[in-house]
């Protein structure tokens, strides 16, 4: 954050005096606004989809008792359980070797959904726990089918860990690195590989600094919402 606005543009330390120069140049930098757009395109689109697999993975393992459930519940947690480097080369190998499917963004979409899946469950699977299922059973005594019990009772009672959910899978997929290297194609440049690839150019140096700092402060907001929800949400209970 103090390099972003160090006069020096070797950032040597301690700073030799302060300017905003480089933010200017970030704002007017086509790479990185581009970088930063794409890494928001990949965040949403893979937090959706973690949304509705996510809630639909926690309501069937929570709600039900079927054959291959504790299988079922591990792979889920896999993805976020095993080191990136190993998810990032499997899925690699899935993408080019197994499925023939050469890597773009929607393989990068793909990845992060596989691990933003996991904030999504647990977040979900943790209030099922805590509601119980008697007001959903009430529900369809007085002959409400599933949809409505789903739209008037769960939804409304999920909602608080559903959005705490998404905005953890945003920050997660956000400024996710390991993975989206190894299944990013040559157009896929998300703004954690512009980092990387503008990090050691002597003239990008301090703009690299002003793209961090947003990067920070886009990673931590959602994090801290979602806190503030899970503690609203407890305080309600």
């Known amino acids: 954050v103090v390099n972003s606005f160090n006069k020096d543009q070797s950032m040597t330390w301690p700073p030799t005096g302060f300017t905003t120069e480089w933010w200017q140049r970030a704002a007017v930098n086509g790479g990185a606004r581009e970088a930063v757009w794409t890494s928001v395109q990949v965040a949403l689109i893979a937090t959706l989809v973690a949304l509705v697999l996510g809630t639909l993975l926690s309501l069937a393992l929570q709600r039900h008792n079927f054959f291959g459930k504790n299988v079922v519940n591990l792979l889920v947690i896999l993805p976020i359980a095993l080191p990136g480097v190993v998810t990032g080369i499997a899925l690699n190998n899935a993408f080019r070797s197994f499925l023939g499917i050469d890597l773009s963004l929607w393989t990068i979409i793909i990845a992060h ?88 150019r002597p003239s990008q140096a301090p703009v690299v600094a002003v793209v961090a700092v947003v990067m920070i402060v886009v990673s931590v907001l959602p994090i801290w919402l979602a806190q503030r929800l899970s503690a609203d949400a407890e305080t309600a209970r």
């Open 113 to 200: 959904a596989t691990f933003c899946i996991v904030t999504v469950f647990n977040n979900v699977q943790a209030r099922l726990r805590r509601l119980g299922g008697s007001l959903e059973e009430a529900s369809a005594d007085l002959g409400a089918g599933v949809f409505t019990t789903f739209r008037l009772v769960t939804f409304p009672q999920l909602r608080s860990a559903l959005l705490a959910g998404g905005l953890l899978a945003f920050a997660l997929s956000f400024d996710e690195i390991i993975v989206t290297t190894f299944t990013a194609g040559s157009g896929a440049n998300t703004l954690p590989i512009w980092i990387l690839n503008n990090l050691f």
